[in-house]
């Protein structure tokens, strides 16, 4: 009876130190999002124009993203911090679920060293300041199998069906959310509890709920000409590319900084000891969870030995990272071996390090004496952004019926927002037939009825409008100097009369 009082305690305790604890990190990647401010990724305003006419799909991605964005700035208005909301909040809901599975799986000591490790990994907090499909899709992906536990441990039709139902969610947020089901597939091929599964009629009807859930956004690439897939497959340049392992290898050592360095390290030593040493500690549990984890990175590592790969494409794989780190930190800080419990706190520290350096970028560079540049920035890509189109913000209020188009989904995402009178649906026209972006794909300026544009662009002049339009002219230049030897230049033309092709 003591015991089990103790053991109640223990885990009451590890709740609450790890709530407080994700509690007080999310305050802060709050204040600094609003405090600093981090202003938009072109990408974040590209979605916030799909959040203006909620749909089934979009051009580049299933339509989770542009829901979330639609839910936050509804209620809270159209803040940059409310735009990125969603992201620090589904992040902090991610590291809380990755407790109960692992208190589920094992205890809650592992639980708390899981949801401790997802809430510090440097993808996560890097991703905490901008909305992605990275949030969602990290977020479903834990609660979709924290659902099949629960349903795999007691056969309940609701946790089933909930399974199903969040599987489907997660389908919505982020297409390669199908690797989740490889999971099960590669466990069956290990553990007989697997086998089970896979002869569960119940797990097959999970897999129907969350296909159901996909229909209407197949439904809408049918009638798109299954655009999102067009474009999944020419990120990937399948085409251009021939095999290298170097950069696949590249790729790999990147996952030091999605992960954290020290943290990815003991995982892996931990994974090779228990795999030579055939340990008998390593448990069915143990076993899902490296399915939950390998599957997704090897796909993933193929993908860019066979072509191309961001370091952020296997995110997914991180949540079961961290519940497998979570279950051998926990073990290391109870055997109470010095040396054990050092590289624990290292591993924390190294992420706690990275997160500051990269949310302090500016002080951090200060204080080790380098100079920020375009090669060294990794906030290079949203400085300034809001005082450029500041300077043309005047011009935009002189004449406010007149329609922003350009050759540059950059641009009239940026303008579309950081105009005073935003506009969301810029006309665009590249000269190409390639259906490239959203805008091109619903506002392409040969199907507008408009007579007259404000248009903006980095890279054409005269000679090139003129090939679409019969008057051009130039309304304004500026720049704004980013750094001394790098600086951004936008020109505005009022163009008119539209020659139909």
């Given amino acids: 009876m003591q015991s089990n009082t103790q053991s109640n305690i223990q885990q009451v305790s590890m709740w609450q130190w790890l709530l407080i604890i994700v509690s007080c990190v999310f305050a802060y990647r709050l204040v600094i999002t609003i405090n600093t401010p981090i202003s938009l990724f072109y990408d974040e305003a590209y979605y916030l124009s799909w959040a203006q006419n909620l749909d089934w799909g979009y051009y580049s991605k299933p339509p989770m993203v542009a829901w979330l964005i639609a839910t936050t700035t509804h209620i809270f208005g159209m803040a940059e911090w409310a735009v990125k909301l969603s992201a620090p909040v589904l992040y902090a809901a991610t590291a809380i679920l990755c407790f109960a599975i692992n208190k589920q799986l094992f205890n809650a000591k592992a639980g708390f060293w899981a949801g401790l490790t997802f809430m510090l990994m440097p993808l996560v907090s890097l991703n905490s300041l901008f909305v992605t499909t990275d949030a969602p899709q990290l977020f479903f992906w834990a609660a979709a199998f924290y659902a099949f536990i629960q349903a795999q441990h007691s056969n309940k039709w609701f946790y089933w069906g909930l399974a199903g139902l969040l599987g489907g969610l997660g389908l919505l947020s982020k297409y390669t959310f199908i690797l989740l089901p490889v999971t099960f597939l590669i466990y069956a091929l290990i553990s007989q509890s697997g086998r089970q599964i896979l002869t569960n009629p119940r797990f097959w009807i999970a897999c129907l709920i969350a296909i159901t859930l996909l229909i209407p956004n197949l439904v809408w690439n049918f009638h798109h000409d299954f655009i ?39 995982l892996t030593v931990c994974g090779v000891k228990s795999i030579t040493q055939q340990s008998q500690q390593t448990t069915d549990s143990i076993k899902l969870l490296w399915c939950l984890f390998l599957p997704t990175l090897a796909v993933i590592s193929l993908q ?51 997160m500051g350096a990269f949310y302090h970028f500016n002080a951090f560079t200060q204080l080790i004496g380098v100079e920020r540049n375009q090669h060294n920035d990794p906030y290079k890509r949203i400085l300034k952004w809001p ?21 540059s989904r950059k641009l009239l995402a940026y303008f579309g927002y950081y105009l005073s009178n935003q506009d969301f649906q810029g006309a665009h026209i590249d000269g190409t037939d390639h259906i490239g972006h959203h805008y091109e794909l619903k506002y392409p300026i040969n199907q507008q009825t408009e007579t007259e544009y404000y248009f903006v662009t980095q890279n054409w002049h005269e000679q090139d409008l003129l090939t679409y339009f019969s008057t051009v002219e130039l309304v304004k230049q500026a720049s704004v100097d980013v750094y001394p030897e790098f600086k951004r230049t936008v020109r505005l033309y009022r163009v008119s009369g539209y020659k139909q092709e």
């Fill in 228 to 266: 999102s897939f067009q474009h999944t497959s020419e990120i990937s340049k399948h085409a251009q590319n021939s095999a290298s392992l170097a950069r696949m290898l590249e790729f790999l050592a990147l996952q030091l900084l999605v992960f954290g360095p020290v943290a990815l390290v003991i």
């Fill in 387 to 407: 005082q450029l189109v500041g300077e043309f913000d005047p011009i935009f209020k002189q004449r406010p019926q007149a329609k922003l188009a350009s050759d």
């Fill in 304 to 354: 860019a030995l066979t072509a191309r790969a961001n370091m952020n494409w296997a995110a997914a794989a991180y949540v079961g990272a961290s519940l497998l780190a979570g279950y051998y930190f926990s073990h290391m800080w109870q055997n109470k071996i010095i040396y054990q419990r050092a590289l624990v706190i290292l591993a924390m520290v190294a992420n706690l390090v990275l």
